[in-house]
Each structure stands twice: as C-alpha cells, then as structure tokens.
C-alpha cells in the first residue's frame, strides 16, 4: 500500500459502515486521518467503530442524509467533537429496484434520488462554510460510471448519479479559489452488498461492459478516495475520475 500522508486531518465518511465507506475509513484511517461514520444503521455503525479504532480515531453519527435537519445538526456534532473536518466523503447510497422507466415505481424513484443525490447536496451544504472558514477541505464524491451511461432498467440510480457528477462540477467550480477542493469518483460495480438490491441479470449485464471482466474491490475505490482526499491533490477540482476497469475511458 502507498502511504498518503493525511495526518493531522479528519474526515466525515457517509455510509461509512460498510462496502466502499467502511474501505474508505480504514485506508483513511491507515494514513494518519481521524474519522467520523456517518449511517443510518447503528448496529453496524458500532461494529465499524469497533474493529477500525485499533487504526487511529474513530466517531459515529447515525444520520439520515435525506433529512436536511440531521444533516445539520450532525455536522455541527462532528465538527464539535472533532475540533475540525478537512474531508468530507460522500458515499452513501442505495441502488433501488431493476423497472423499466414507465413501471418505476414513484416513491422508490424518489428515495434513491433522494438518498443518493439529495443527501449528498445537503452534507455538501452543511460542510462546506466550516471548510471555506478553515481554508481548506477536500470533498469526493462517490457518483457511477451509470451516471456517464445510464444503465438500462436502473434509471434512479443513473439519474441520481448524473446528478452527482453535475453538483461536482458546480461545486468544484464556485469553491475553486477557496481551497476547498471537489471531485468524484465513477466507478463501474464494486464487490459490495448493494449487488443485493439488483437482479443477477442486471449484475451480469454491468459485468458484461467491463473489459477487465471482474468486478472492482472496495480496496481500489479507497485507494483513489484517499489521494483525492490528500493535499497531493492539489490542482484538480470538479472533475470526474474513471474507475471501470476499461469500461469507460472519458
């Protein structure tokens, strides 16, 4: 592993108790940041805090990201209990259901949007002032290769995650000369438990659009998290970084 240098910072991680979150926590953490969870799963929430503090400083919040009260409030708990956030890691997300576009059904369209682009506007829009405040802040965005393609029978979760690559360039370029830096990561599917919200002919069919022919490891989106994280990343923001193993190439 190469070590990024991230000591002293400290970090918020959405859906940070499992998956890519839980991934990107300990590569974090493994780099000298402290962290702090954010889920809406407590007993998993526990667990993560359990076996990741042996690695450095670790916080949790149970907070639901749709709920522009919460994500406030627990921003304003880890800033405290912090002393200060420098990253701010925008994770969480749900997969929804496999319908055509005509079939889909509206309140489950409305939750994904919600939780996957909605949540990540508001932590944005929470943080944001206290990093601008500070000087510095690095934001990463965890969008979807299905936000540059629009997968078929998935059309929440592209939209949303279109939607996530737009409020990253928007972001990255109204924050460009503050030191606060945003960018997004698109990768195509990763080994991770929200394989079981889809159907086995959706993940064959998302395995199918990858040259490498494997899916990616939850290990590969945190080491890319985690220089997008660093100061290393320091000239780069509202942009839009491929992790598909070959899928994608723009």
Known sequence: MNQIQLQGRNA???GGARGIGYAIAQRLLQSGAGVCLWDLDTTALAAAQSSLSPLGRVEIQAVELTN???VTS???ASISTMGHIDILINNAGIAGGNYKVWEYPVEEWRRVVEVDLTGVFLCC????PHMIGRGYGRIVNTASIAGKEGNPNASAYSAAKAGVIGLTKSLGKELAQTGVLVNCMTPAVIQTDILKQVSQQHIDYMLSKIPMGRFGRVDEAAAMVA???SEDCSFTTGSVFDLSGGRATY
């Open 12 to 14: 918020i991680v959405t």
């Open 68 to 70: 522009a009260d919460a």
């Open 74 to 76: 627990a921003a304003a």
């Open 125 to 128: 829009r929470a943080v944001v």
């Open 227 to 229: 220089w997008l994280a």
